[in-house]
C-alpha cells in the first residue's frame, strides 16, 4: 500500500531505496534520512507498519510500507518488486535483526534457528533478490548494519554469532559484485539509544557514553548520517569496507 494517491513524475529513472527492519530504531531513521535525500523508499517490517506510514504522509516521502518477514523469500521479493514499481533499485539497506539474551545454555534450538532468520538468512535473501535489478540498471549499493557485539559479547550468542558473519558476507559480496558496479559495505554502530538497547542501567549507558567519541550515547540518526553518505556519489570508491559508528580505538566492544 503507497503512501501517495498519485504516482510521482519520471518513474524510471528515481531511485529508490529498500530498508529491512525500518518502522523502528535505527531502520526508521534510516529511511526517513534517504527519503529526504530524494530516494523513493521501501520498508520490509513486521510491526509498527502504519506509524511509518503516518510518517511519510506527514514528511511527504514517496514509498511503500510492507508488511512483511524478512526470513521469507517471498516477502523480500514483494519489496523488491514494489521499489522496482517506483523506480530504479539502487540501494539496499539491511538492517533487520532481533537480540534475545542468552548464553549457549539458555538458547533453544528455535531461537538459535530464528535469529540466524532475520538476522542472517533474510539479509541474504533481500541481496539475492535486489542484484539482478541493480546489475540491468548498471550498479547499486547495499549497506549491512552489524553490531560491535558481533566482535564479541556476553550472554548474546546467538546475537553476536550473527552480527559476526555480517562483515565477511558483506566483504564477499563486494569482491563478487565489483565488476557489476555494485558496492557493498558494513556499518557497525557502537551503543546507540534504541529499543534494543533501552533495559541497560543508567550507569552503564554513563560509561559507554564516556567512550563514544562523541561524548554521549548515540542516536539512529548517527547511523543514518553514515548510511547518507555511503550510498552517495561522494563514496563512489568505497566498498568491502566496515565502518564504525561512535566507537573509539582501543575501547571495548559494546552493545549496538
Known sequence: MSTQTEQPDNIGEAR?????????????????????????????????????????????IVGEVIHGDVANAADCQRAVSAAAELG????????????????????????????????????????????????????????????????????????????????????????????????VNAVVPGFTQTGMTAGFSADIAQAIAERNVAGRIGLPEDMAAAVSFLVSDAASTISGTVIEVGVLPGTLPTAG
Do not use: Q
Open 16 to 60: 529508490t531505496a529498500i530498508i529491512s527492519g525500518g518502522t523502528s530504531g535505527i531502520g526508521r531513521a534510516i529511511a526517513l534520512a534517504l527519503g529526504h535525500d530524494g530516494y523513493r523508499i521501501v520498508v520490509l517490517d513486521v510491526s509498527e507498519v502504519e506509524n511509518l506510514r503516518a510518517a511519510f504522509d506527514r514528511e511527504h
Open 88 to 183: 530504479h533499485v539502487s540501494v539496499l539497506c539491511n538492517v533487520a535483526g532481533i537480540r534475545p539474551v542468552g548464553t549457549i545454555l539458555d538458547t533453544t534450538e528455535e531461537i538459535w534457528d530464528r535469529v540466524m532468520a532475520i538476522n542472517l538468512k533474510g539479509m541474504f535473501l533481500l541481496s539475492r533478490a535486489v542484484i539482478p535489478h541493480m546489475r540491468r540498471r548498471g550498479g547499486g549499493v547495499i549497506i549491512n548494519v552489524g553490531s560491535t557485539s558481533g566482535y564479541v559479547g556476553k550472554h548474546h550468542l546467538a546475537y553476536c554469532t550473527s552480527k559476526g558473519a555480517v562483515i565477511p558476507f558483506s566483504k564477499s559480496l563486494a569482491v563478487d559484485h565489483a565488476v557489476d558496479r555494485i558496492r
